[in-house]
């Protein structure tokens, strides 16, 4: 079983800095993207950033360079540098990793339980 805990949310104030962590209970390699997504109660959950096998890594618009995603292979730990925090970022992030095969039907996608990140005006 694959098992994705997240820490590092917290209540800041817009332009404060957060960085985000997730431990993985495999090897990172075996997955062939990592990242991050954030849903608000009541909506969808949305992409925040992702690390691809071979594509590297994507950011979702509303990023606007202020995220960086990356990882430490050897500890098993994917992490997301967020700075210059908005109050529209407020949200339950969550830890992603995913298998991808030929056929999209057999991938496996893996999720955290999600840390609360709070920004205020």
């Known amino acids: 079983q694959v098992q994705l805990v997240e820490s590092g949310g917290g209540l800041v104030q817009a332009g404060e800095s957060l960085k985000l962590s997730c431990a993985v209970s495999?090897?990172?390699?075996?997955?062939?993207?990592v990242g991050w997504y954030r849903q608000v109660p009541g909506n969808q959950r949305e992409m925040v950033a992702t690390?691809?096998?071979?594509?590297?890594?994507n950011y979702a618009d509303f990023v606007e360079g202020r995220f960086a995603i990356s990882k430490d292979s050897a500890k098993a730990m994917v992490f997301l540098q967020m700075t210059n925090l908005k109050p529209e970022d407020t949200a339950v992030y969550y830890c992603?990793?995913?298998?991808?095969?030929?056929?999209?039907?057999?991938?496996?996608?893996?999720w955290g339980q999600g840390t609360q990140v709070t920004v205020s005006s």
């Open positions: 495999r090897s990172i390699e075996n997955f062939d993207v």
């Open positions: 992603h990793t995913q298998t991808r095969a030929l056929s999209p039907k057999y991938d496996r996608t893996y």
């Open positions: 690390l691809t096998r071979y594509e590297g890594a």
